[in-house]
C-alpha cells in the first residue's frame, strides 16, 4: 500500500541530498528515520551515570572554550 504525503521543500530537499542513488524516497526515508535515538538510551543509565557523563561534556566543553581564547588572545 503506498501513501501520498505532502513535505515541504525544504524537508524534501534534505531528503533528496541524502538518499542514495539505489534507493527510493520511500527507502531513504525509513532509513533516515530508524536509526537509534538519544531517547533509547534513557533507561540504560542511572542518574549517577548520566550527572558523570553531563560533568564531563561540560568540562571539555570549558576546556575548548579556554583554548579559542588562548588562540585568540596570541592573535590580539
Known sequence: MSRQIRLEDDVYERIKANKRDDES?????????????LRDLRDVFDDDQVSEMRD?????????????REVAERFE
Open 25 to 37: 524516497f520511500s527507502d531513504a526515508v525509513d532509513r533516515l528515520i530508524s536509526g537509534r535515538s
Open 56 to 68: 564531563a561534556v561540560e568540562g571539555a566543553d570549558q576546556a575548548d572554550r579556554d583554548e579559542v
